[in-house]
């Protein structure tokens, strides 16, 4: 099915008039009549006549609706609306997404900026902790990094943490990446992902069930979760607590018959023991960006043009440092042991102090809690 557009301003105020939840009303109303009769008899109040009793109470609200807005008004809020670059897209038309289509409780509406999913090619959502560690963040722009560079569409909610930095590293790496909304299309949430945002705009897409204009709340949320597992073939897990938002999407997903992926941690860090527990459960276990391509069956062949993990050339002190540290922070002593291990002789302190103090300088490094100090990625 394809509406034309003076035919499409009606379903999107049928759309916004049902609220939200009003799919099932919705789909009883396509048998009724086109938009725009559903409309006029809204007008004349006699469109609960026509509804089962069920419906009774959305038909009402429909009725309401309508007397507060005349066909010119709908027409002008459509024509402003795409005029912004906004889209509008139902369940009954070719364009909508056609995974998404097929989960049950598939939202009756998308509103979109930039662009869906390409039909055909292979979606994973990568998603993770909000508050993510620094071998999460890795972690997070490795796999997507990698995932893009195979023409792997990557889909996330854009929050902050894990999401936002997969779908960035995505977009870094020419790919494609869809960002999934708990509130209207036109608003930026998180605001610290206002790059982002605009990124996904300009090189990939963000699509929403809520109409423009409808502010982030926290009961949005997990409903969007089905739509992010939804877009995709399997959903692959970074970092996440026992008890967490990621592990709703993942539900869902399982739900839906989506395979479920998880990168493991140590089993002493609480941000790994949500991937951890999820890989007991059957999840299935990924060690790499390159292994994980070839079980998504893409075609690639096992070689890329970077490594997963490449060094920078430093000197021979700064390199020996840099391989022995670790994501989790290590302190001076285990350090100084460490290099004695590995390479057969000890640092001084002093020598220790001004390797890592550079490394720090170079951002390949950082320093916590005094004498502590952990690798950072770049």
């Known amino acids: 099915m394809t509406y034309q557009n003076a ?39 006699k469109l609960r006549e026509r509804l089962a009793g069920k419906y009774g109470r959305k038909a009402e609200r429909m009725e309401v609706e309508a007397c507060s807005c005349g066909v010119h008004d709908i027409q002008e809020a459509y024509r402003q609306m795409t005029d912004r670059g906004i889209s509008f897209v139902t369940l009954r038309e070719q364009e909508y997404p056609k995974r998404l289509a097929a989960v049950p409780d598939a939202p009756y509406g998308l509103y979109y900026v930039g662009r869906l999913p390409e ?55 020419g790919g494609y990446s869809l960002g999934v ?15 982002l945002y605009g990124q996904l ?40 607590k026992e008890r967490s938002g990621t592990l709703i999407t993942v ?18 860090d609480p941000l790994s023991r949500g991937c951890n527990e999820l890989i007991r459960q059957g999840a299935e276990l990924v060690e790499s960006p390159q292994k994980f391509l070839q ?17 920078p050339i430093l000197d021979s002190v700064q390199g020996k440092l840099l391989q022995l540290l670790d994501f989790q922070p290590l302190s001076m002593e285990a350090l100084r042991q460490a ?9 001084t302190v002093p020598e220790l102090c001004h390797g890592l103090l550079q490394l720090c300088a170079m951002d390949y490094a950082g320093q916590v809690g005094g004498n502590y100090y952990f690798r950072k990625g770049k």
Request: contains cysteine; negative net charge.
């Open 201 to 240: 705009i300009e090189k990939g897409g963000i699509c929403s069930e809520y109409p423009p204009g409808i502010a982030p709340r926290a009961m949005l949320f997990p409903p969007r979760n089905r739509i992010i597992s939804g877009m995709c073939d399997g959903v692959l897990v970074v970092e996440a």
């Open 119 to 173: 039909e055909g090619k292979k979606s994973i959502a990568v998603i993770g902790a909000r508050n993510c560690s620094e071998y999460g963040r890795v972690m997070a722009g490795q796999f997507a990094r990698t995932l893009a560079a195979a023409g792997v569409q990557v889909v996330s909610g854009m929050a902050r943490g894990i999401d936002g930095i997969g779908q960035q590293a995505a977009l870094d790496a």
């Open 7 to 45: 035919e499409k301003a009606y379903v999107h105020w049928m759309y916004q008039a049902a609220g939200m939840g009003g799919r099932k009303v919705l789909e009883a109303l396509e048998k009724t009549g086109t938009p725009e009769e559903i409309y006029k008899l809204a007008v004349k109040g």
């Open 339 to 347: 290099y004695r291990d590995t390479y057969g002789t000890y640092m």
């Open 181 to 195: 909304l708990g509130c209207g299309v036109d608003v930026c949430y998180p605001p610290e992902n206002e790059r």
């Open 295 to 311: 079980s998504l069956d893409t075609g690639f062949d096992g070689q890329m043009s970077y490594s997963q993990m490449e060094l």
């Open 251 to 268: 539900d869902m997903a399982l739900e839906q018959g989506r395979e479920v992926y998880a990168l493991p941690g140590r089993v002493t």
